[in-house]
């Protein structure tokens, strides 16, 4: 076959791939029209129920511009990269976490390795490093939905990429490919590679720093529990780390308004109310009832205490709180079917 025949055959074999990605893409986005904003808010509330200290979650599906671009790479003789587009590229569904500092990097890891199926695990960090020099820092990972994976049922068997980052990190990340990408010319002065190199090792001593100013600052200081005092966002922390140990993780600091939210709609305002709610029996039958994927934060730990005293009426004066009622409602109803033993 001739070499023009030969290019010929393999373009319509790529234009006919990418016709049938076309067809199921479309057919899948209609299908699962709200699938990043799903996404995104069940990783959300995951971080915030295992007590990980994030930044923010991010989620999307790739454009079918970029898919179909991806689609079409091919490699050095000829064939196409991902000769099956749609179970090839792994990346459709993509999240972002980021932390505020690297030791929660292996939290969210183990986090996710708990509700998803681990296929693939990659330290960008670590790759650059090997490779002799400083650059992107990110862990990418990709996983699949499993049938127990809470709020994504519908998407079972899907595999999407999540990367984690730290939010210097990120910044880092996004800053250098405004200028490589967005900004490219064939003539990059020499001396921004170099910059990028130095900032990114400054990058890498400052969340080394930031990890020391945590530890340093945690607010584990002891609380005098035997003098009762009306709770706040403030005090909650040390209140709750004393009444429960060191069993359950510190929740991000901007979820204890929402918990002091949680407490109040029951009328619990004192430390000996919250002493009372967390007493070992009920901690033991809620843990063993819900038999948690995951170590829960202390927000959820008492979310759930709370749930499992009030029952439905737990659900009817705070399914509204955050940011997310509907979800949370739906949450709520499917753990309080799990603690009375009907799910």
């Not at 109803?333 to 603690?339: C, F, H, I, N």
């Amino acid at each position: 076959m001739s070499t023009s025949r030969h290019r010929s055959k393999r373009n319509k074999e790529a234009d006919d791939t990418i016709a049938r990605l076309g067809s199921t893409y479309f057919a899948w986005v209609n299908e699962h029209e709200d699938a990043a904003t799903t996404f995104r808010h069940v990783l959300h509330e995951l971080m915030r129920d295992a007590g990980i200290n994030f930044d923010r979650v991010d989620a999307r599906v790739k454009s079918w511009t970029s898919l179909k671009e991806k689609a079409r790479k091919t490699r050095d003789d000829g064939e196409l990269l991902y000769p099956d587009p749609w179970h090839d590229i792994k990346d459709i569904v993509g999240a972002r976490i980021t932390v505020l500092h690297s030791t929660e990097i292996p939290a969210v890891q183990r986090l996710l390795a708990d509700q998803f199926e681990v296929l693939r695990s990659v330290d960008k960090a670590e790759e650059t490093r090997i490779a002799g020099g400083f650059g992107y820092g990110s862990h990418h990972l990709v996983v699949r939905v499993e049938e127990h994976s809470e709020g994504l049922e519908e998407f079972a068997g899907q595999v999407f990429e999540v990367q984690i980052r730290t939010v210097l990190q990120h910044a880092w990340a996004e800053f250098e490919h405004d200028i490589r990408y967005k900004r490219a010319t064939d003539n990059l002065d020499p001396q921004v590679d170099r910059a990028f190199t130095l900032a990114a090792g400054l990058i890498e001593l400052a969340d080394q720093q930031f990890d020391q100013i945590s530890t340093l600052a945690d607010p584990r200081e002891k609380v005098n529990t035997d003098v009762d005092a009306e709770i706040s966002p403030d005090t909650l922390p040390g209140i709750l780390t004393v009444l429960l140990g060191s069993q359950f993780p510190l929740s991000r600091a901007g979820d204890y308004r929402f918990l002091t939210e949680l407490l109040r709609a029951h009328g619990i305002e004192m430390v000996s109310d919250v002493a009372e709610l967390t007493n070992p029996a009920d901690i033991e039958a809620v843990s063993n009832s819900l038999n948690y994927p995951f170590v829960p934060g202390q927000v959820r730990i008492i979310d759930d205490l709370l749930l499992n005293r009030f029952g439905t009426e737990h659900i009817d004066k705070t399914w509204d709180a955050g940011n997310r009622p509907v979800l949370r409602r739906k949450r709520l109803t499917s753990r309080l079917s799990k603690l009375r033993g009907s799910a």
